[in-house]
């Protein structure tokens, strides 16, 4: 057990001018009115006060935080009160106290309708002062080290307690050490055999690829110091849960070094971290899809770093988290890293005002639950999704919708009733009307437009964020999906018959339909628009004598242009960018708005259009249509097959917060910083950097390929006339454009 002078000398370390008095005062305080008790261990209980205290020592926190942590069960399971607490120890320590006690009694794993109240009163507890809640982290870590002793049938439930609620809200206010732990500890308990696996997994690679390790941190440093980076390197294995995590929610298996380890490049400052990803971006090949500045985009936790992955040393994929030292405090310390003691002042003040968006968030967080929603409904949302990123909306009628981050008009929509989010053509935000691919935001009351004539654009699919409005639209849009590839079959069939000098009859096909294997003309036209069935083979199927179709002289002659395909208004589709590089992630997808209905759309590669680009489709049979931006000198491949360009315009709502991808080069001059303005001026231009690979050309120059992310060639051109103000760049170019 640990001495007096040993938890006062670890206080000290961090803090010069730590009231030992006071220490020792509770110490002693403790230890006496635990008196005899023992844990279930065997051990004096009093062990375990000090213990919550020492790992609080390691968060570097202020006297009266080290105080409560001793003195934490003292009113619960001794004789002290809270009178006598006040007494010796003063208002504020006898106050967290007293916030810790009632927390202890909460259980948040009992019936639905309790669970909601206490977890409610839980926070609570913890909007009067935060330190309680760190507190209440470090009591449960220490608990669930020593969940061996817990009774049998008490472990799982504390250890789906810690999964559910604590170690979320450890995550939500950045401590993700403590949330990495608290997880790991719960998942052993509650899944055993999982853990166990994972863990021989883990062992049998770390046998396997010891040395790798340690090679890669050598080179990347290496790598680093040799352009004047000076970083320390530290290779870092995901804990079993995190891999657990991945593997249920991706269902693959882990066969990756990268799926294990990750590595961390710490410098000492902002600048320094774009000049090592200026580094490691130009000495190996980037893994697309993976690059996230949350630097100049912090977390809602606040965290902060450039997250990237590249093909690194010994053609491993190795991902890195470049961050500065004191990021580095943040992401590990969270919440805590603000309480850090400085100049004998209480930390107290620190952590209720600094600019801690975490607390922000416990706050309003905090104040939309006491306005009210039964314990039933908010608990539905808590349990997991509150403590991730979560908005809370209204009806016209006050009824509180809660929903994922990210959440659109649509999501509510469909949380409010199925039906709602079938028929939903418009919303009002606050009164406003507004887009239904808007992002909600907390407090928003929203009012969704219906029409009984509306079926969901299978675009939705792409754009909602939650399960329930995700399987409605699927549902619904099977059907119209169906019916526009009929369209678009019957389009195709008409024109091959005038083509082939036929005379085309719906009459004469529905008695052909044996001949071609299907149940009805829809089908027969589906399966043209899909691509299943040749044009030429339903006019064989009414005229057999038929040699084929005509050479393709006379083919480029055909009328062009009939059945061109409109756009509407608010309807949007899910695409995907196929080979932007060989590695290409192929979950990189993006919604486009303006194309026509339910077929499959997407742009050409490398770079596609952005809306004010003059566009045109290209219609493949069975792949649905390509748009190119008419410059593209891909074009000219389509050149002899008029009948397959398509007539297409953008129809783009000015206020929709749509992106559209596009790729740009810049070269800029080799110079510490470079890449930093290069990013501070897409960022402060609103513009989003999807991706980034670098090359040098040669020792002055460095060429970067850009993925960035626009809402038009208006907000594009002004991002290109930037980067060529700045003297950095010496030539910026949209790609294929
Ligand atoms: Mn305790």
């Excluded at 007293?98 to 507890?125: H, M, P, W, Y």
């Excluded at 580095?328 to 003040?349: F, L, M, Q, R, V």
């Excluded at 759309?601 to 390509?626: K, M, Q, W, Y």
Aim: aromatic fraction near 6%; charged fraction near 30%.
């Amino acid at each position: 057990m640990m001495r007096q002078y040993e938890l006062v000398e670890r206080v000290r370390r961090y803090n010069p001018n730590t009231d030992e008095a006071l220490l020792d005062r509770a110490y002693v305080y403790a230890m006496r009115a635990h008196g005899t008790q023992t844990r279930a261990s065997g051990d004096p209980y009093f062990s375990h006060p000090l213990e919550v205290a020492a790992i609080l020592t390691d968060l570097k926190l202020d006297d009266a935080t080290i105080v409560a942590a001793l003195l934490h069960d003292t009113i619960e399971d001794t004789d002290a009160t809270r009178e006598e607490i006040e007494t010796r120890f003063g208002k504020q320590i006898a106050a967290l106290v007293e916030g810790l006690t009632k927390i202890k009694k909460l259980d948040l794993v009992s019936r639905q309708a309790k669970q909601a109240e206490n977890l409610r009163k839980l926070l609570l507890a913890i909007a009067d002062d935060v330190r309680v809640l760190l507190v209440k982290l470090a009591d449960r870590l220490h608990n669930m080290r020593t969940l061996k002793w817990v009774p049998e049938e008490k472990r799982s439930r504390v250890a789906q307690e810690t999964l559910d609620i604590y170690a979320p809200l450890a995550g939500r206010m950045g401590m993700q050490d403590m949330r990495e732990e608290l997880e790991d500890l719960s998942f052993r308990q509650l899944s055993t055999e999982a853990y166990n696996s994972i863990l021989a997994r883990l062992q049998a690679l770390k046998d396997s690829s010891g040395k790798v390790l340690s090679a890669i941190e050598r080179e990347l440093a290496e790598a680093l110091a040799q352009k004047g980076v000076t970083a320390q390197v530290k290779g870092r294995e995901k804990r079993p849960y995190s891999i657990w995590r991945k593997m249920e929610q991706k269902s693959v298996a882990f066969e990756q070094l990268s799926d294990i380890y990750g590595f961390r490049i710490i410098v000492e400052d902002t600048a320094q971290c774009y000049a090592a990803l200026g580094v490691v971006h130009t000495k190996w090949p980037v893994v697309p899809g993976r690059f996230k500045d949350y630097i100049s985009t912090p977390k809602q936790n606040d965290y902060r770093s450039i997250h990237t992955t590249v093909v690194g040393p010994g053609r491993q994929r190795v991902e890195l988290q470049i961050r500065s030292r004191k990021m580095h405090e943040i992401a590990e310390y969270g919440i805590a890293a603000h309480a850090i003691y400085k100049d004998g002042a209480s930390a107290t003040e620190d952590l209720l005002t600094r600019d801690s968006s975490a607390y922000a968030w416990l706050r309003r967080t905090i104040e939309l639950l006491a306005e009210g929603s039964s314990p039933e409904e908010f608990l539905e949302h808590t349990k997991l999704e509150l403590f991730h990123d979560q908005v809370f909306c209204f009806t016209p009628k006050g009824r509180l919708i809660a929903l994922p981050r990210r959440a659109t008009p649509i999501d509510f929509a469909y949380a409010v009733h199925t039906d709602v989010g079938n028929m939903a053509i418009g919303a009002k935000i606050n009164g406003k009307v507004s887009p239904l691919v808007s992002e909600l935001h907390n407090g928003d009351e929203v009012e969704i437009i219906t029409s009984p004539a509306q079926t969901p654009p299978a675009a939705w699919e792409s754009i909602v964020v939650t399960g329930k409005a995700r399987a409605a639209i699927r549902r619904a849009t099977r059907v119209a999906v169906r019916a526009q590839y009929a369209a678009l079959g019957r389009k195709i069939a008409e024109r091959a018959f005038a083509r082939a000098g036929k005379p085309f009859s719906e009459e004469k096909l529905a008695g052909a339909l044996n001949r071609l294997a299907r149940a009805s003309l829809e089908d027969v036209y589906a399966g043209v628009g899909r691509g299943e069935i040749r044009p030429d083979d339903v006019i064989k199927a009414l005229h057999p004598e038929w040699s084929g179709a005509r050479p393709p002289e006379e083919r480029a002659a055909a009328p062009r242009g009939e059945g061109w395909f409109e756009l509407k208004r608010g309807q949007s589709l899910k695409f995907k960018i196929p080979g932007i590089e060989a590695e290409a992630d192929p979950a990189t997808a993006i919604p486009i708005r303006g194309l026509n209905g339910e077929l499959p759309v997407r742009f050409a590669p490398n770079g596609g259009a952005v809306p004010g680009d003059r566009i045109v489709g290209i219609l493949s049979p069975g792949e649905g249509i390509t748009v190119y931006p008419i410059q593209s000198p891909a074009l000219q491949d389509f050149e002899e097959e008029p009948e397959r360009w398509l007539d297409v315009r953008w129809d783009i709502d000015e206020e929709s917060p749509q992106r559209f991808p596009a790729q740009i080069v810049v070269t800029a001059t080799n110079e510490p910083g470079s890449l930093a303005q290069i990013a501070q001026v897409i960022g402060e231009r609103d513009g989003n950097i999807a991706n980034l690979r670098m090359s040098s050309r040669s020792a002055d120059f460095t060429r970067m390929v850009i993925d960035v992310e626009v809402y038009d060639l208006r907000h594009l051109n002004g991002i290109l006339a930037d980067l060529r103000a700045r003297p950095v760049v010496s030539s910026v170019e949209r790609l294929n454009a």
